[in-house]
């Protein structure tokens, strides 16, 4: 599982630009079926953040949404054709939740990765 | 069957519908969770995911807002050798870490080769030295001077250290370095609240939900000596936590699509009080004096 996540990190990386700094974790958990990974997350008043998800190595296999502390939705990437990232910025600090899960007739099972970067 | 991965328990329990706030435990707010999903087994599994506040993140912070910089309240980068074991090397690579990343940022050249220094012997030491690979360290040398781009190389360290550990399965390491690095910004922090700045006030209020998430993650591991015997000090700041009020407010979220951007409208306004302030410092300086023995 590690090298399939390993190399699945380092394509997801390239939805990272250059100058956007990583928070210094890798988000990783092995889905099957329609198991959902999610973790919480703070988004900082006035930064901007990029968040990048992939599972395999092909793009648009893994759906994830930003939902806010009371579980409304604020962001799914079936809406924006399964974009394997987006960028967020809060005008004031807020508590999100990121869950991913695989997509609907796609993989059967797979290395979900999501990575988090922001810069000023 | 719709399973759950993963439930960051602290969350959760801020984000429970009203009608059902008398249930207050992480594995009861699962169960709701998953009958707004349709009704299926849940499965709670070890792969626990926790998103901590970046040492990095928070010395950007602490230059766009604090006093200047301060050699004397961080850690001597000649002091590697106060942590005889895995445990306190762990944290003390964190708290390294966020001294390089915070000595970084004010074109401190020879101090921060001093602090890659100490955290490449720290990661030498346990075993982690596929954090710091050649070609980083030279990028960093060749980068002195432009904090912007030591801060992405820092973080990148971070990053790397953190594959590295949860690869070997060494998830106890890992979260030992996020608690290392966010104790010492979080300290760093609380020094320049102390002078009265309101930005950094603030910002120790907001940090509420991520020390939360990162209890929840040091409990994954109760064998850990070295997490058990910080509980204490852990216990101490908790609590202190538990008085700082946030109320959320929803507000719809615009986007816009030509930078594939949203831009979120809500947030949480954060109370504490000012016992509850000096508390929390007072006790940040302790936890941290156990991590660091400084």
Known sequence: MHAQCDTTVTLCERFMPEDY???????????????????????FAGVNYRVAVMTGTENGKLEFRLLD???????SSKDYDMTPFWNFRAESTQECVIEAELK????????????????? | MRFLIFLSVIVLIGCQDPANKEQESGDSLTT????KEGGSDIIMVDGALFSIPSPVEAALFIKDNGSGFREDILLNPNSTDLYP???????ALGAYGAELGYVSMYEQNDRSLSYMGAARKLADDIGMTGAFSEDLVRRFSNNLGIPDSLVVLVSDIYKAGDLYLKNNDRNDIAALV???GWVE????????????????????????E?????????????????????????DNLINDFNNVKANYVFKRPEVINAKQLTVLKGGSVHEMDETTFKNIIAHTKELRKAITRN
């Open chain 2, 178 to 180: 996020l608690l290392g």
């Open chain 2, 85 to 91: 074991t895995s445990a306190q090397k762990a944290m």
């Open chain 2, 210 to 234: 991520g020390l939360m998430r990162l209890k929840a993650m040091l409990d994954m591991y109760p064998e850990n000596v070295a997490i058990r015997e910080l509980k204490p000090q852990m």
């Open chain 1, 69 to 75: 502390e009371h579980r409304n939705l604020l962001f």
């Open chain 2, 185 to 208: 910004s979080f300290y760093i922090t609380c020094t320049e609240a102390e002078k009265g700045n309101i930005a950094f006030h603030k910002r120790i209020a907001e940090q509420k």
């Open chain 2, 32 to 35: 709701l969770d998953a009958q």
């Open chain 1, 21 to 43: 700094i990583s928070d210094g974790q890798t988000y990783r958990a092995f889905l099957v079926d329609d198991e959902i990974a999610e973790f919480s997350t703070t988004f």
């Open chain 1, 104 to 120: 609907k007739g796609g993989l059967d099972s797979g290395c979900a990765v999501i990575l988090i970067s922001f810069s000023r």
